[in-house]
């Protein structure tokens, strides 16, 4: 989940691209089947699908290659949301990463443990990913030596390239491990490729877009995760040269951080009148995040803010010069299921 990172220059967005992409895309073979209630006719696990692959094609039309890797949902990638179930083949193929916290720490409390049934779980879509052919990235939360060592050494028992946070805010780079696990010399121009990575998206501890690439330029990680605004301005092609190559001048990956599942009032497109008189498609708030709010992500307002013009999120971030996308609260449709509002 998100925390601040302060950038309020209001754009004005046109949904004339993203009605034609979802024409052109309403042809795809679609996955029915998904589990909790639908009302007024609508599926929330598929149209959270086919946002998702919505967007994934139309980037993909702007950078070739651009890589979409999803965090949590993990359901989805079945067509009933049971592991045994039907693989939902367009969604799995849309994609290039799953990603899941708290898999073994953090799920009720950082730097405790999770609980075996929920680990057993996740990790029966996660192997799933893999045996498709989508890599799996796992955050976890603690910062105990020992349970570092764990996460680290579970994960990559199971195949999965991980991150031990030592903060909920991903606001700092650990202090432990000294250096990223399995880290090493080589280039890294492809997902499968990366053998740890860096979710680093909230800026709070940073004073200058120079300190911040600064900072993590120096390191050896394999992979970026990160947020498109840095101290109040956007990264721009010179920072993402700077930070898309290790020490060694080997070549790594940059991904960017975007909610799709939330609207966030400190956003570029927010507008402060939705206080008072918000849009159809704006739900209530997060109680968990303050300034999160849940959407109505099947709605074309939504989708343009999202992608389908120039001033759209996912074209800011494509120009930017970012390798790809790390879209969080695809499990938003489980806020539907559960009326957790």
Same mark, same amino acid.
């Given at each position: 989940?998100?925390?601040? $990172? ?17 024409? #052109? ?98 990790? $029966? ?36 390239? $991980? ?44 004073? $200058? ?43 790594? #990956? ?88």
């Amino acid at each position: 989940m998100m925390r601040r $990172s302060a950038m309020n220059t209001v754009m004005v967005l046109s949904i004339s691209a993203v009605t034609a992409a979802a024409v #052109l895309l309403s042809f795809l073979p679609a996955c029915g089947g998904a589990a909790g209630p639908e009302e007024e006719g609508i599926d929330r696990r598929q149209e959270m699908r086919q946002l998702v692959t919505d967007i994934a094609e139309y980037s993909r039309g702007l950078s070739p290659g651009f890589i979409i890797v999803l965090q949590n949902g993990q359901e989805l990638l079945t067509e009933d949301g049971e592991p045994e179930g039907p693989l939902c083949q367009p969604y799995a193929s849309s994609i290039d990463g799953q990603g899941r916290e708290d898999l073994y720490f953090g799920y009720d409390e950082d730097d405790v443990p999770t609980p075996p049934d929920e680990t057993d779980w996740m990790v $029966s879509f996660l192997d799933l990913a893999e045996q498709n052919g989508v890599e799996v990235l796992v955050t976890d939360y603690c910062w105990t030596t020992q349970h570092v060592d764990s996460s680290y050494a579970w994960n990559q028992s199971r195949g999965y390239t $991980s991150f031990a946070a030592d903060s909920r805010d991903l606001d700092r780079i650990p202090a432990y491990p000294p250096q990223p696990w399995n880290h090493d010399g080589d280039p890294v121009t492809a997902l499968s490729e990366a053998g740890n990575f860096l979710y680093l998206i909230d800026d709070g501890q940073y004073s $200058s877009v120079s300190e911040f690439v600064g900072q993590l330029s120096a390191t050896d990680y394999d992979l970026f995760i990160l947020d498109l605004f840095c101290c109040g301005e956007s990264l721009d092609r010179d920072d993402l040269a700077l930070l898309g190559v290790k020490p060694n001048g080997q070549p790594r #990956l940059v991904l960017c951080y975007v909610s799709i599942g939330e609207a966030e009032d400190y956003r570029w497109y927010w507008d402060p009148e939705w206080e008072t008189d918000p849009p159809s498609w704006l739900g209530p708030e997060n109680p968990q995040w303050p300034g999160n709010y849940l959407v109505e992500y099947w709605d074309p307002e939504w989708a343009a803010i999202l992608y389908g013009s120039d001033s759209s999120y996912v074209d800011m971030v494509v120009t930017a010069g970012f390798d790809g996308v790390y879209l969080d609260k695809i499990d938003s449709f489980e806020d539907y299921e559960q009326a957790t509002f």
